[in-house]
């Protein structure tokens, strides 16, 4: 089993920035990869959007709408995986989840809710 917890979210101004924190604890060995998805106001679960993963070797990904933008990132010795996003946009209002997939398992935190609004 693994257990996420996400942090970091709030309401921030057009052009601001935040940092969103997700720390991992359980058998962190059995993770694969780990990302940060959202759920925009409206969609269900099921309609969740990749924003940025980052695998077991380091290679990241990114959504074309956070590309230049977002940074994801983790700290091992903390057990910690970062989303930095700045630029930050009215449309990147959601609920965004942390995710971690072994070969068997995925696993989601409680999801921080990000609001940017003037």
């Known amino acids: 089993q693994v257990q996420l917890v996400e942090s970091g979210g709030g309401l921030v101004q057009p052009g601001g920035s935040l940092r969103l924190s997700c720390v991992v604890s359980?058998?962190?060995?059995?993770?694969?990869?780990m990302g940060w998805y959202r759920q925009a106001p409206g969609k269900s679960a099921s309609q969740r959007e990749l924003v940025a993963v980052i695998t077991r070797g380091g290679s990241t990904n990114y959504a074309d709408s956070v590309k230049g933008r977002f940074t994801i990132s983790r700290d091992n010795a903390k057990n910690t995986m970062y989303l930095q996003m700045n630029s930050l946009r009215p449309e990147d209002t959601a609920v965004y989840y942390c995710?971690?997939?072994?070969?068997?398992?995925?696993?989601w935190g409680q999801g921080t809710q990000v609001t940017i609004s003037s």
């Open positions: 359980g058998s962190i060995f059995s993770i694969n990869a």
């Open positions: 995710k971690a997939t072994s070969y068997t398992s995925a696993y």
